[in-house]
């Protein structure tokens, strides 16, 4: 199409094409609020692309005043190509997460500028200086304000969405408002749930030291049982808005601050796959470490301060979600009338307790899925990538895939956080015989 034959721009705002970077700019520059955050003029605004995830391009644009971050859903997978057609509506949803857990989590997500959902669009805050926490735990720094943030975020997104906290009609509109999103879903059902246990084109792990592992778990009927229970729990269980996919790559992070993005896999789903998700990264940080250092113990320090990390975010995350149940449950469940005097008082408190235990074992599950599917599946990790040496990289992750493999098949023997702690630092020492 020549430019002569294409519609005018203002009604080509509306109309889905992958935006280059000079389509960009003239969309920005059309924006008021937005152009006026950059500063000066367009032509000059520096536009990069620095996407790194797997599926959607990221540009940061930079004014004389200030920058944004803008971040377009492609029509397909975008680590695979143009073969895995992936919806757009993926970031309407991720749009409608975003500002959810604005209001829940107020400080802990980008602020959202400007959303265009025909052109799968976000226009947000950049969030600076901040890194992708991923990184920064390769390079073994630590992050003193993260647990703290990451807890709340956990407790007050999944309290005030469940069940606890609001009533029935409004938890169903949410769970309405997000069931569209089963594509995304279905990418976490396959790739997270049941590739890595069979054979599948797209698996992929460190050959050929784990070859005999991954013919192992392809086997394991205990393992295959477990992970359909939490299959289907994951299918099954709308608790609460779950992000979906909350690794350490959809952290950002200084010392003092921490910013949840990309929650476009967001959906009512069950609160411990994303517990799950934040304590697996942590425990193959932990376990990836040995194969970042120079020298022997280089790196204990980092390692200490991770296992303490992975204690202090199920520990502050079960007291302030104990504390929110106790001062705002204004939901459905547990009706205050069945639970009169000092007894009802008592007997509500147990439940809680009750409650916390389910959602840890199911979180010691989930957490063990997520670690399986980063060294077996389709999707890896730069902690394990990054490893230069292949041998050195196979010892990391089949310490990893011993751990996982106890926490998914044995979940009820982890009796609280601290044993899966203590289990990661024993398998820290093992040595893989390959054979
Ligand atoms: C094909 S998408 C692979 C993975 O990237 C995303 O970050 C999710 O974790 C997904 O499973
Ligand atoms: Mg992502």
Redesign the pocket.
């Known amino acids: 199409m020549s430019s002569q034959d294409r519609p005018p721009a203002s009604s080509r705002q509306d109309e889905y094409r992958i935006l280059p970077e000079g389509d960009l700019r003239e969309y920005l520059a059309r924006l008021p609020a937005i152009a006026e955050h950059l500063g000066g003029a367009p032509e000059v605004w520096s536009i990069s692309e620095v996407g790194d995830?797997?599926?959607n391009l990221v540009f940061i644009v930079k004014g004389a005043e200030g920058g944004v971050a803008v971040k377009q859903a492609l029509p397909y997978?975008r680590?695979?190509g143009e073969s895995w057609p992936l919806p757009l509506s993926r970031s309407h949803y991720e749009y409608l997460a975003l500002t959810h857990q604005a209001r829940l989590a107020p400080g802990l997500v980008p602020s959202v500028l400007h959303h265009n959902e025909a052109l799968a669009l976000v226009v947000m805050e950049l969030i600076e200086p901040h890194i992708i926490m991923r990184k920064g735990l390769i390079a073994g720094a630590l992050y003193p304000s993260f647990v703290g943030d990451i807890a709340t975020f956990l407790a007050r997104t999944l309290f005030f969405s469940s069940d606890l906290a609001i009533p029935a009609a409004q938890k169903k509109e949410g769970i309405a408002a997000f069931a569209g999103n089963h594509a995304l879903c279905k990418?976490?059902e396959d790739?997270?749930f049941t590739d890595p246990y069979r054979v599948a084109e797209q698996n992929r792990w460190t050959q050929p030291w784990l070859d005999a592992t991954a013919a192992a778990f392809r086997e394991d009927l205990d393992l295959h049982a477990a992970i359909s229970r939490l299959k289907l729990k994951f299918l099954n269980a709308p608790e609460a808005l779950i992000h979906g996919?909350l690794?350490t790559?959809s952290i950002m992070v200084t010392e003092g601050s921490t910013v949840v993005i990309d929650p476009e896999?967001a959906f009512y789903g069950p609160m411990g796959f994303d517990l799950g998700a934040v304590i697996g990264n942590l425990l193959m940080s932990y376990l990836a470490s040995a194969g970042h250092e120079g020298s022997p113990g280089e790196r204990r320090l980092f390692e200490v301060w991770v296992l303490e990390t992975i204690e202090n975010v199920w520990t502050e995350f079960a007291h302030e979600f104990l504390e929110l149940w106790r001062t705002e449950a204004h939901g459905d469940a547990y009706p205050p009338t069945l639970f009169p005097g000092e007894a009802g008082v008592k007997r509500l408190e147990a439940e809680r307790r009750a409650y916390m235990a389910r959602l840890f074992q199911d979180t010691v599950g989930f957490s063990a899925a997520k670690i399986i599917r980063r060294i077996l599946g389709?999707?890896h990790n730069i902690d394990f990538e990054l490893i230069e040496d292949p041998k050195r990289r196979a010892i990391s992750e089949a310490r990893s895939l011993r751990l996982a493999r106890a926490m998914m098949v044995d979940a009820a023997s982890f009796r609280g956080i601290g044993a899966v702690t203590k289990a990661a630092q024993e398998v820290r020492d093992w040595q893989p015989d390959f054979g």
């Open positions: 995830g797997n599926l997978v680590l695979v990418i976490t790739l997270v996919d690794h790559g896999f389709l999707a």
